[in-house]
């Protein structure tokens, strides 16, 4: 067990703020040794998007947030900045590391040079990163989901809500990690309504462009969708979501979310009866299990994926007009129930 340094919750926010500074090139503090991996707790690194995206990033947050209760120690979690590069993203989770925060998670797949490289130079601290499988080291966890099976259920929802029988997918950035969601949830309803037609549409190439930041872009493309008759639009977007789900309770139809319950969420509250469901990834239990494991002198590193079967890919119940739906809910209980027992093959692309 690490040393405990008690401090309050709200106490992370300023050292969230002090970190943000050194990493964009203020007075780091001085390295530690790196013999015992730090003696602070858990510091995660957003994603674009950051905090309050109601998505990705605040599902993190949350794991963040339930190991600084149960370990009473000092967390951290910082913001990432525009334009930055691999290099400031590496210099962000070094001054963690060397500040003796342990784990470090970078959240997102763009943390992976920055991940690899930081590791390197810290080899006694653990180090996460999320929705990436590439970084092959000792002390690296790379959590992983399967988003493309919580994407098929999604998939069987919309063939079934769906009056129109036309549904939208519509993608933040065109890659590969967003592929899965589109394949999973066109597979999803391609299996239970061959008649239902999908359109697709992705908002940019790159992150940088805004493909998982800008409601305005997710707004547009979902109601472009809606123009050509789809009711029921399922957004893999991060914070653009939100603008596809304000589209959706504009015009009367439904948004399926991702990442988290949005149905619960307090910033889209007044949509939330136009959120049939979520396609959700524990990414909170995925940080927090590694916080867990790493207080327990038990470190996870590897691959490390969440899937239907672990439970940490789900579709959420919180609408209860979605709940109560029986043949909705057979319907996808059929269809989960065939996907852990492998009789499914969800794909991937």
Known sequence: MRRISRITVAGAATASLA?????????????????KGGDKGLAIAYDVGGKGDQSFNDAAYAGLEQAAKEFDYKTADVEPTDGETDADKQQRLESLAKQGYNPVIGIGYSYAAAVKGAAEKFPNTTFGIVDDSTVEAKNVADLVFSEEEASYLAGVAAAKSTKTNTVGFVGGVD??????????????????????????????????????????????????????????????????????????????????GVDSDQYNQEALAKYKDSILTSAMKDVAKAVYNLAKLVENGKPETGIVRGDLKTGQVSLSNSNPKFADDAQVQEAIKTAKEKIVKGEIKVKTS
Do not use: M, R
């Open 175 to 256: 890659i590969p990690l967003i592929h899965k969601f589109q394949a999973g949830f066109e597979q999803g309803v391609q299996d239970t309504n061959p008649k239902v037609k999908v359109l697709t549409q992705y908002l940019t190439q790159t992150a940088e462009e805004g493909g998982f930041s800008s409601p305005d872009k997710g707004k547009s493309a979902a109601e472009g969708q809606i123009e050509k008759k789809a009711d029921v639009v399922y957004a893999a977007a991060g914070l653009s979501g939100q603008g596809v789900i304000e589209a959706a309770a504009a015009n009367k139809v439904w948004a399926i």
């Open 19 to 35: 970190l943000a500074l050194s990493a964009c090139g203020g007075t780091s503090t001085s390295a530690s040794s790196d013999s």
